[in-house]
């Protein structure tokens, strides 16, 4: 069973506010990322990193940051959310080599008005 | 680069039915394959997965062989349940880095 969790689970915010969703496994992944997913399901990966200190972009171009100071610990944050923003995000995480799969948080689902 | 197409759903399947949801690949070495599947409100859980040619992959009565000639992973079960109802993945890694996810496929199956 995989231990990467993720809060809030749910989350309404007016336009503006920051907000940081948090997400921590305790596998000793050293990869992880995050994923935004958009109503068509489609997956898009925004951040993801190798380890401590080291933090990259993904494909879609994203007005979030991100930070890894601790190997468990990879929070995303939105500095000033707009309702483009909302979405649904996916945290992962997974072991290094070649054939390790990915392991998924259950999500955060972020509703900007 | 690296790509994976999957069959466009919806699919909806009366409940005993033959599933298959067809998957290619295009990468440029030897990529790990596998089947995700999200269930609705939740993250993705692995399903199943094949490392190299002509593995099968196998878990809850779902299958996928790795066919290198046809850079093919289809999902395969050969009779579906309600709660197989939810979205299916298929994705590749290569080099141990990134992964690359095809677009979901949504099954809905009908008692």
């Known amino acids: 069973e995989a231990d990467i969790y993720q809060t809030p689970r749910y989350l309404v915010i007016g336009t503006g506010k920051k907000i940081t969703l948090e997400c921590s496994q305790t596998m000793g992944h050293d990869k992880m990322y995050w994923y935004q997913q958009d109503p068509g399901m489609e997956l898009h990966l925004i951040h993801y990193?190798?380890?401590?200190?080291?933090?990259e972009k993904g494909d879609l171009s994203s007005e979030s940051t991100v930070s890894r100071i601790r190997t468990e610990h990879f929070p995303l944050t939105l500095e000033s959310a707009r309702p483009s923003h909302t979405s649904q995000y996916l945290c992962?995480?997974?072991?290094?080599?070649?054939?390790?799969?990915?392991?998924f948080g259950e999500g955060s689902r972020l509703t900007v008005l | 680069g690296d790509s994976v197409t999957q069959m466009e759903g919806p699919v909806t399947l009366s409940e005993e039915a033959f599933l298959t949801i067809n998957c290619t690949y295009t990468a440029t070495g030897y990529p790990s394959l596998f089947w995700y599947v999200q269930y609705p409100g939740e993250g993705l859980q692995l399903l199943l997965k094949?490392?190299?040619?002509?593995d099968k992959g196998s878990n809850k009565g779902f299958e996928a062989t790795y066919r290198k000639e046809t850079t093919s992973f289809h999902l395969e079960k050969g009779s579906v349940q309600v709660s197989d109802s939810a979205v299916y993945f298929c994705?590749?890694?290569?080099?141990?880095?990134?992964?690359?996810f095809g677009t979901g496929t949504s099954l809905t199956v009908i008692p």
């Open positions: 990193s190798y380890g401590v200190n080291s933090t």
């Open positions: 094949a490392t190299k040619a002509d």
């Open positions: 992962a995480s997974r072991r290094a080599g070649d054939t390790g799969e990915l392991f």
């Open positions: 994705a590749l890694s290569e080099a141990g880095n990134q992964f690359y």
